[in-house]
């Protein structure tokens, strides 16, 4: 028990001699440590800015197929998701009808034109009146004209695809009675697939129109598609007056890429600017309206900061593009409204632990 408070004894001894040996100006430093901060190199204003806008899918034409004539709706074949080939059926209507119509119209033709043979005849030896015989001819050109009726409402009770298409939804049950033009089948045209996006009138009174944006869709697995314009609504929406603009994939997207869904499209626009770029919270406002940014001295192993007046822009509000600054100077990026003109601080390097 003795010896273990001898050792307390020496440990505490041996530590207020080693803190009484230190100097106080060292002492007094490592108490107050300069302060930290998180410095950039000014870089030159870039020539293009990025905005990023909101985009969704669509196909190059969404249809709504329906029949010309009305019947009980036999087959729908596709299912929805399903893709399928120009020309593939995709609904009939039961055919017995169409074709008994089509047989009625064939008899009633051979009818009609036995009786315009008989009435030629009659009228060319003087013994039936003219009249007749032009009757006669009239109705075999009517009974004619009702055989291709009958040939065509049997072909329009064939519904078939109009092009390579995807099947969007099935908009009428099997063995349903449909009225001629009900919907019965929606498709999306898949040869070429577009985003549609809404931008701001802002943008066209900025840059003057369309012919100078670059426009790029980014996929959530990383990599960007270049987009093309291929035509923009004139008129403005009420809400937001923005244009409608539709852009079409450059490049074959991939199969999981299907109308309805949301991507980012890039637009790149021109700058403006001529400065170097720094975040907003590099500038500081001063009570004259006039703005500055602190810079960083180092001479010799002090590093101290100085103001610097600058003027700036703006056409991001989240970034901005000053002039009266040297590409390669080192400024203050974040925390300089709580510096003075040559105080000292330090660099702020990272909170990552090392292994030294």
Do not use: C, W
């Amino acid at each position: 028990m003795i010896a273990k408070r001898q050792i307390r004894t020496v440990l505490v001894t041996s530590v207020l001699s080693t803190f009484l040996s230190v100097p106080a100006g060292h002492a007094q430093q490592s108490s107050e440590p300069l302060p930290a901060v998180r410095s950039m190199v000014v870089a030159p204003a870039a020539t293009t800015l990025e905005r990023q806008f909101y985009g969704r899918v669509v196909a190059k034409e969404t249809v709504d197929l329906a029949f010309d004539v009305g019947g009980r709706l036999d087959r729908l074949l596709p299912e929805e998701g399903q893709r399928v080939a120009a020309g593939a059926t995709l609904a009939v209507l039961e055919l017995d009808g169409f074709r008994r119509s089509v047989e009625r119209a064939a008899l009633n033709l051979d009818m009609a034109r036995r009786d315009a043979e008989r009435a030629l005849r009659l009228s060319e030896r003087a013994v039936g009146p003219e009249s007749r015989a032009e009757d006669a001819i009239t109705a075999r050109d009517l009974a004619e004209i009702a055989l291709r009726d009958a040939e065509a409402a049997l072909a329009d009770a064939t519904l078939t695809a109009p092009f390579d298409a995807l099947v969007a939804a099935r908009l009428a049950p099997p063995q349903s009675i449909v009225p001629a033009g009900q919907a019965i089948m929606r498709l999306h045209d898949m040869s070429e697939l577009r985003v549609e996006i809404d931008l701001p009138e802002r943008l066209f009174v900025t840059y003057g129109g369309l012919d100078d944006l670059r426009f790029m869709a980014r996929r959530p697995g990383g990599g960007d598609l270049p987009l093309r314009l291929v035509a923009f609504q004139p008129d403005t929406s009420r809400v937001g007056q923005s244009y409608r603009v539709t852009l079409a994939f450059v490049e074959t997207p991939s199969a999981t890429v299907l109308p309805g869904a949301s991507v980012t499209v890039l637009a790149q626009v021109p700058a403006t600017g001529t400065g170097a770029v720094v975040p907003a919270t590099a500038v500081l406002a001063q009570n004259d309206q006039s703005t500055a940014v602190m810079m960083l001295d180092s001479e010799g192993p002090a590093l101290t900061v100085r103001e610097v007046p600058v003027t700036i822009t703006s056409e991001t509000g989240t970034s901005f593009v000053v002039e009266g600054l040297e590409t390669g100077a080192e400024i203050v990026a974040v925390g300089a409204h709580r510096l003075t003109a040559g105080q000292a601080v330090r660099r702020f390097t990272d909170l990552r632990m090392t292994d030294d």
